[in-house]
């Protein structure tokens, strides 16, 4: 199950603060504290972050899909178990925290393993950007969403917020949405490019396996490789990303997953993936 480039680090199976599954190539995480939304917790957002950092060692895991249980996917960080802490925390401690959260969420932009946020009910604060942050969003028809930092009285720039909103949805939206913090629905987060597919609310469970198997039983170098240049290349110049194109590409046309394309073409037949 792990990688031989981890060495003496064990990995870890079994977390204490959300629901951990992995079958058929799928790892799915389950917020479940529904009694409240599935908010996160110091102890949850830890966990979040070591194992998203952990999934590159493991050969069991293509994907990894992120869901919450019951009437919402996240309400964002809990107000007392969180904020009510925070108040009272030195600026060294603010900056451990804030710096771990902002670590969860870059390790979910550079990690190879393509990442699905089934969303219904409400993603706000922090799970608004888990959502923001995953690399398809399938949302429910009855889904919100909500931004709603500044309504807290902090920034809206939380957690790269204020960087990866506007290149989803453009500067224009994103200035309304993390400014103001309001609400919106999922018809709206729709037209502004947010989702990536809305569902009705009672098949969201089967748009989730269906993509996730998709993934899963695609070519799983291509997909990495993908996702790797589209989150490198939002801040370089256009040579060098047709240069870090052309290798990246040249690299793939070696692969066994490329030659297999091939073989299937002439020989009538889908291909057998391998991810190699």
């Not at 064990?10 to 799915?28: K, M």
């Not at 920034?155 to 960087?163: E, V």
């Not at 989730?208 to 170098?221: I, K, M, S």
Request: include cysteine; charged fraction near 25%; aromatic fraction near 6%.
């Amino acid at each position: 199950m792990g990688s031989r480039f981890r060495a003496s680090a064990p990995l870890t199976d079994d977390w204490q603060h959300f629901r951990f599954t992995v079958a058929d190539g799928i790892a799915t995480v389950t917020l479940d504290r529904p009694e409240k939304l599935n908010p996160l917790t110091f102890e949850s957002y830890a966990d979040l972050r070591d194992l998203v950092l952990q999934l590159p060692y493991r050969d069991d895991v293509r994907v990894l899909v992120l869901r919450g249980e019951g009437k919402g996917f996240c309400a964002g960080g809990d107000v007392n178990e969180i904020i009510g802490e925070l108040i009272r925390m030195r600026p060294r401690e603010l900056m451990a925290f804030t710096k771990m959260t902002g670590d969860l969420i870059r390790a979910m932009r550079e990690v190879a393993v393509p990442i699905i946020a089934g969303i219904q009910g409400i993603a706000a604060g922090a799970g608004s950007v888990l959502a923001l942050a995953s690399d398809f969003r399938i949302v429910t028809t009855s889904a919100r969403f909500a931004f709603l930092f500044t309504k807290v009285g902090l920034s809206g720039g939380d957690m790269g917020a204020a960087y990866l909103l506007p290149r989803v949805v453009g500067a224009g939206r994103a200035t309304q949405l993390l400014m103001l913090g309001d609400t919106i629905d999922a018809e709206t987060a729709d037209r502004y490019g947010l989702v990536s597919e809305l569902v009705p609310d009672d098949g969201l469970d089967a748009a989730v396996d269906r993509l996730a198997h998709r993934l899963a039983e695609g070519p799983t170098l291509a997909y990495a490789q993908t996702k790797a240049l589209i989150t490198r290349e939002l801040d370089m110049s256009l040579p060098g990303a047709m240069e870090l194109d052309a290798m990246t590409q040249a690299l793939l046309m070696t692969t066994g997953d490329h030659a297999e394309f091939h073989a299937a073409f002439n020989e009538r037949r889908p291909p057998r993936w391998t991810g190699t």
